[in-house]
């Protein structure tokens, strides 16, 4: 990979994170300890799974859960399971929302 590439790859990797940051930070602030909500509610969902999307998640809590400002704010929670050594990614599925038109997102896996 050349050095241009390579800097654009790590500039769309410092920018998700900032994005995902927002996100959460923007979801704690109008729900007092969302964050830590959504983990508990996250690890309890997929103790009995062995493959799930975050999309599955989220959908599961709908009713469970105040919702965040807006969804990216699960990006945050699936990173720290990620990094926690929970889950892995296996590749890709589609996702079940018809509005995002069977775009692909992460396929995890528990470990």
Do not use: C
């Not at 009713?63 to 990173?79: D, F, H, N, Q």
């Amino acid at each position: 990979m050349d050095e241009k590439k390579r800097e654009m790859k790590e500039e769309g990797k410092i920018l998700r994170d900032k994005g995902i940051k927002l996100s959460v930070d923007n979801a704690d602030k109008a729900i007092d300890n969302w964050s830590q909500k959504a983990y508990k509610f996250f690890i309890d969902y997929i103790k009995d799974k062995e493959f799930f999307m975050t999309e599955d998640v989220r959908i599961a809590s709908e009713g469970l859960l105040e919702a965040p400002p807006s969804k990216r704010a699960w990006g945050a929670i699936t990173v720290r399971a990620k990094k926690e050594g929970i889950i892995e990614s296996v590749g890709f599925s589609s996702v079940k929302n018809p509005k995002a038109h069977s775009t692909p997102a992460t396929l995890w896996k528990v470990k």
